[in-house]
């Protein structure tokens, strides 16, 4: 059974407009997550990660998420997206279930209009 | 950065034929995982790797099979390749469960003819 959920498989911004990429997952325990980014043929890298420490995580490129677990969510933002911006994005999480095995969410590939 | 090469970076193959993936790492990270992605299916485990001869299977196993005799190598085999087996692999390495960062390699494209 997937637990994360990544809500729409494409977000259209233009340059300058604020990103906003959903991640939500399920746990019957305080999730580790993580967001990485995919860029064209290239593998993935680290973004942030929130491991139960702050909720507001700040990553690289400006890129933050906060946990919310109330919502069960850990939404990625940026205030203004770059054209270098465009990528794949993509959540998972750890020790959903008690394991420590990585599980992605089917990625969301984001486009950024000039 | 960790270092982790994946060898063959491309390859085309025929139905039926025995293919080999190598992942090799210098970072000395305990865990290693193989990941298959396919679009609209993001990343999918195949198998992973928590220590030296010790494996276990991921969600997409059938079909694969994996060892891992040095810390630094893990090899993924598809002992007879189908066309559903086409896709791009990424093998990825972390220091430590759980909280651990995954490092990724650049992937492998494999076509099956």
């Known amino acids: 059974a997937q637990s994360v959920t990544q809500l729409g498989s494409h977000v259209s911004v233009s340059e300058g407009a604020l990103v906003l990429l959903r991640c939500n997952y399920s746990?019957?325990?305080?999730?580790?997550l993580f967001w990485y980014v995919q860029y064209p043929n290239q593998g993935l890298q680290l973004l942030l990660k929130?491991?139960?420490?702050?909720?507001l995580v700040k990553g690289i490129n400006g890129f933050e998420a906060e946990f919310k677990k109330s919502e069960t969510s850990f939404h990625l933002t940026k205030p203004s997206a770059h054209m270098s911006d465009a990528a794949e994005y993509f959540c998972a999480v750890t020790r959903s279930g008690g394991s420590y095995i990585p599980t992605f969410g089917r990625g969301t590939s984001l486009i950024v209009h000039p | 950065d960790a270092g982790i090469t994946q060898s063959p970076r491309h390859k085309v193959t025929e139905t039926g034929t025995p293919v080999t993936l190598r992942c090799h790492q210098t970072?000395?990270?305990?865990?290693m995982y193989w990941y298959r992605q396919d679009p609209g299916h993001g990343l999918r485990l195949i198998h992973y790797s928590y220590g030296v001869k010790d494996t276990d299977k991921g969600e997409v196993s059938d079909g694969y099979s994996v060892s891992r005799s040095k810390t630094e190598d893990f090899l993924l085999t598809l002992e007879s390749a189908t066309s559903s087996q086409t896709s791009v692999y990424f093998c990825?390495?972390?220091?430590?469960?759980?909280?651990?960062?995954?490092?990724f390699g650049e992937g492998s494209r494999l076509t099956v003819l």
């Open positions: 929130y491991t139960s420490a702050a909720t």
């Open positions: 746990s019957s325990v305080p999730p580790y």
């Open positions: 990825a390495t972390s220091e430590g469960a759980y909280t651990g960062e995954l490092f």
């Open positions: 970072e000395n990270h305990r865990y």
